[in-house]
């Protein structure tokens, strides 16, 4: 049982660039979410989905965009690479229900230059 | 919106306690609590609901005011083990039920010392 993998885990892009951060759960979970974490202001949500087809802005969503096509999966994209962008994104799942904890990845450690 | 989270570190040495406070400007449907190693992910600690009901690891208790909008994570009788950057997550109210959206506070860097 893998959990949630997080695809690549570093990557160095230069300004103007474009990638695709993956993430893939095996666990079945309805919601899943994209964090960035920068020294000193802990995990800021950047966009998370309720469930396949469905995706929401969370606190910090400019520059980056979503797809849950399916169920096990949730992709971030940056289309035009800032180095305001250079930061450890996390993904995260959970599932439906009460005393539901988040499961995370390992991190993906990307710097934009 | 982030929850605050006081205070942003702390120093203890071995066998002391600790109380890291979170607190929002919202009604809460949930909060969490998770432990994160350096270069590591963050592990689930605890989560509480409304209702002061809680769950989570045997060792580190947390609580819960509904009518304050806070909650406080206890670390009694601290190890090493126990180092580590903490942070509190909180989950809307809506309608009786959450708003989906686990936001995470600043984190409260731990450090236990021999």
């Known amino acids: 049982n893998a959990g949630v993998t997080q695809t690549p885990k570093f990557r160095v892009l230069k300004t103007g660039q474009s990638m695709t951060l993956l993430c893939a759960q095996d666990?079945?979970?309805?919601?899943m979410y994209w964090y960035r974490q920068d020294p000193g202001m802990g995990l800021r949500l950047i966009h998370y989905?309720?469930?396949?087809?469905?995706?929401a802005k969370g606190e910090v969503p400019d520059g980056y965009n979503v797809s849950r096509l399916k169920k096990q999966n949730f992709l971030l994209g940056l289309e035009s690479a800032a180095p305001s962008q250079t930061s450890v994104y996390f993904c995260?799942?959970?599932?439906?229900?009460?005393?539901?904890?988040?499961?995370f990845g390992q991190g993906t450690r990307l710097t934009v230059v | 919106q982030q929850p605050v989270q006081s205070p942003q570190a702390v120093i203890l040495r071995e066998g002391e306690d600790a109380v890291i406070n979170c607190s929002s400007s919202k009604a809460l449907y949930s909060v969490h609590w998770y432990r994160q190693k350096h270069g590591e992910a963050p592990v689930f600690l605890m989560i509480l609901l409304k209702g002061g009901e809680q769950k989570g690891h045997e060792k580190i208790s947390a609580s819960f005011n509904e009518k304050k909008q806070q909650s406080s994570l206890y670390l009694t009788a601290s190890q090493l083990s126990y180092s580590g950057t903490y942070f509190c997550g909180t989950e809307l109210g809506l309608s009786g039920g959450s708003n989906y959206k686990l936001t995470f506070g600043k984190g409260t860097l731990l450090t236990v010392n021999p």
């Open positions: 989905s309720v469930g396949e087809g469905t995706t």
């Open positions: 666990m079945n979970h309805e919601y």
């Open positions: 995260a799942s959970s599932t439906q229900g009460v005393w539901t904890e988040a499961f």
